[in-house]
T-cell receptor, first 119, second 112 residues
Framework: GAGVSQSPSNKVTEKGKDVELRCDPI?????LYWYRQSLGQGLEFLIY????????KSGLPSDRFSAERTGGSVSTLTIQRTQQEDSAVYLC?????????????????FGAGTRLSVL | QKEVEQDPGPLSVPEGAIVSLNCTYS??????FMWYRQYSRKGPELLMY????GNKEDGRFTAQVDKSSKYISLFIRDSQPSDSATYLC????????????FGTGTRLKVLA
């Protein structure tokens, strides 16, 4: 596709339910990232994929959060037993690759995000 | 203290003004600097990126990096109402180029 696509755009769930958020990266991009944007906060790094592997998942807030990527393309972020503090916008980004130079190939392009509300 | 500090605004300017947006940072290992624009309920859109100290210009936008002061700026010339958005700075270091550390964003309003 032309850009990073995320679905759903909005998700309302009840506390304790599980949710799955989907990300379709830009075609040909091997690197994929998840961030969380809470009200009044900057974007917070969650996890980075290179291909189907996640070399850095240090930003996942708890073991209720997990993510996978299949076929080097689509990624799913799963939140189990959702809590009210999980309410935020979850943003996905992709880049051509990740290496120290040239910088242009590392630049991350973002989707519109999934707005999650936990009641 | 946050690694990246950014004044949240809002910053209101008249159309045609020069806008200056700034971020300070504490981690001297940061080497890559990006500016994103985010409209309400949209994803961040890349405006500028730079690796080195100095200035980089692209149309009405100029990005400036001063590593000695740990200070970066984005200047917008001839600002337009369509520039009204939240501007986010982001940066990363050489060891983990993928891990962008973002400022909280500055909300800009350009008044017609």
């Amino acid at each position: 596709g032309a850009g990073v696509s995320q679905s759903p755009s909005n998700k309302v769930t009840e506390k304790g339910k599980d949710v799955e958020l989907r990300c379709d990266p830009i075609s040909g991009h091997t690197a994929l990232y998840w961030y969380r944007q809470s009200l009044g906060q900057g974007l917070e790094f969650l996890i980075y994929f290179q291909g189907n592997s996640a070399p850095d998942k240090s930003g996942l807030p708890s073991d209720r959060f997990s993510a996978e990527r299949t076929g080097g393309s689509v990624s799913t972020l799963t939140i189990q037993r959702t809590q009210q503090e999980d309410s935020a916008v979850y943003l996905c980004a992709s880049s051509l690759r990740q290496e120290s130079r040239p910088l242009a190939k590392n630049i991350q392009y973002f989707g519109a995000g999934t707005r999650l509300s936990v009641l | 203290q946050k690694e990246v500090e950014q004044d949240p605004g809002p910053l209101s300017v008249p159309e045609g003004a020069i806008v200056s947006l700034n971020c300070t940072y504490s981690n001297s290992a940061f080497q890559y600097f990006m500016w994103y624009r985010q409209y309400s309920r949209k994803g961040p859109e890349l405006l500028m990126y730079t690796y080195s100290s100095g200035n980089k210009e692209d149309g009405r936008f100029t990005a400036q990096v001063d590593k000695s002061s740990k200070y970066i700026s984005l200047f917008i010339r001839d600002s337009q109402p369509s520039d009204s958005a939240t501007y986010l700075c982001a940066m990363s270091d050489r060891r983990r180029t993928y891990k962008y550390i973002f400022g909280t964003g500055t909300r800009l309003k350009v008044l017609a």
